[in-house]
C-alpha cells in the first residue's frame, strides 16, 4: 500500500512542530531570559530619567523614560509564570504569591507616580519618586531574588 499525500504532510507537520517548539526547559530559559531583559531596561530607564534631569537633556525626554519604566512595571505581573523558576528568582515568588504581587502592585504604582513627577518637570518631585522606585525595587528583591552567581 502507498503512503497518501496526507499523511506525508500530517508527518511533516508533526516534525516541523516539533523542532520550532521549544521544550520545557527551552520555553523556561526564554521566560527567565525575558525577565532579565526586563531588569535590564528598568536599571536603563531609571539612569535614562536621571540623565534626562540635568541640563543637556530635553526636559521631555525624562517622560518617555519614565513613561517606559511604568509601562514595563506592568508587564511583570505575567513575568513570572508558574514553573518558570530559574535564574535569580526565588521559590517564594511563587509560594507567596500574594506577598510577591503586593510588591508588583508597588512598583506600579510607585512607576505611576514617577511619570507625573516627570511630568511636573519638578526635579525634587522627579528626585523623591525615583527613591521610592528604589525603595519599591530594594523590597521585591530582598524577598524574591536570589544571589548574583
Not at 8 to 24: C, D, E, H, Q, Y
Not at 49 to 58: H, K, L, N, R
Not at 100 to 124: C, H, Y
Request: aromatic share 6%; net charge negative; proline share 4%.
Amino acid at each position: 500500500m502507498k503512503p497518501s499525500k496526507t499523511l506525508f504532510a500530517g508527518i511533516a507537520i508533526a516534525v516541523g512542530a516539533g523542532l520550532a517548539a521549544p521544550t520545557g526547559a527551552d520555553a523556561q530559559e526564554e521566560v527567565v531570559e525575558y525577565r532579565q531583559s526586563l531588569m535590564q531596561a528598568f536599571r536603563m530607564h531609571m539612569g535614562g530619567v536621571g540623565a534626562a534631569m540635568s541640563e543637556t537633556a530635553p526636559m521631555g525626554h525624562a517622560v518617555y523614560h519614565a513613561e517606559a519604566f511604568h509601562g514595563m512595571a506592568q508587564a511583570l505581573a505575567n513575568a513570572f509564570p508558574a514553573g518558570s523558576e530559574g535564574g535569580r528568582a526565588l521559590p517564594e515568588i511563587w509560594s507567596d504569591r500574594d506577598g510577591f504581587m503586593d510588591r508588583v502592585t508597588d512598583i506600579q504604582n510607585a512607576t505611576a507616580s514617577l511619570v507625573s513627577a516627570a511630568e511636573s518637570g519638578d526635579a525634587e518631585a522627579v528626585g523623591a519618586a525615583m527613591q521610592a522606585v528604589r525603595g519599591t525595587c530594594g523590597s521585591c528583591h530582598q524577598n524574591y531574588r536570589g544571589p548574583a552567581g
